[in-house]
């Protein structure tokens, strides 16, 4: 092979090696690092998912089984798919892992079913497939009004919760208020109560002194 006669050993090993598992369905990942520019796709699979070579989100790397362009790639907003309780072996991510259905739950494409890479976070891959059809005709129409009045009733409650959260803070401001106000009069008639009694005491001291002149 042309290809493996510049290489390293161990890039030969990595460049044979996949070639060799393009044959498996479900081939083992080899050292991406060791593949850096190969091909991006072999037979018709992505290049990572036959190398093992993943990258987080990177989508020139891990395109699934979906042809998705690049500007418009993004996993929709959704919840896991309760109604599945198996596991769906139909395809692999990335990663070679089972991959996670989820039903998505935003704009044209709620309630349609699709798998991703089962990790989270920054362990995550771009691995996309939807299991069910684009919505076409009529129910597109419909679910695309019910996302738009969703996305308003969205908006709405957030901007209530938003007027909730200031009225509450308004709210804890004037009670703060109301007590250092009350603080301050307690203070102040504290302060005239023992006036009075000093005043009393004062005034009781020189009638005795003036008796005693007198």
């Not at 998912?49 to 929709?76: A, S």
Request: glycine share 8%.
């Amino acid at each position: 092979m042309k290809g493996c006669t510049s290489l390293s050993g161990k890039q030969q090993a990595g460049r044979c090696g996949a070639g060799a598992s393009s044959s498996s369905s479900h081939p083992l990942p080899l050292n991406g690092c060791d593949l850096a520019g190969a091909d991006m796709t072999k037979d018709g699979e992505p290049w990572a998912k036959i190398t093992g070579e993943v990258r987080y989100m990177d989508v020139d790397f891990c395109k699934g089984t979906e042809n998705l362009p690049e500007f418009d790639w993004g996993i929709p907003l959704s919840s896991p798919d309760v109604a599945f309780n198996g596991t769906d072996k139909s395809d692999h991510c990335c990663h070679l892992l089972n991959p996670a259905r989820r039903v998505c739950s935003d704009g044209y494409d709620y309630g349609r079913i699709f798998l991703v890479c089962p990790r989270e976070g920054y362990d995550t891959c771009a691995y996309l497939k939807w299991v069910d059809k684009e919505w076409q005709g009529r129910p597109r129409q419909v679910i695309g009004k019910l996302a738009e009045e969703n996305v308003a009733l969205q908006k709405f409650v957030f901007d209530k919760d938003a007027e909730i959260m200031r009225l509450k803070e308004e709210r804890k401001a004037m009670i703060m208020k109301h007590k250092k106000e009350i603080r301050t009069r307690d203070r102040r008639e504290i302060w005239l109560s023992c006036l009075v009694c000093y005043s009393a005491l004062l005034y009781g001291v020189v009638a005795l002194v003036i008796r005693g002149f007198v």
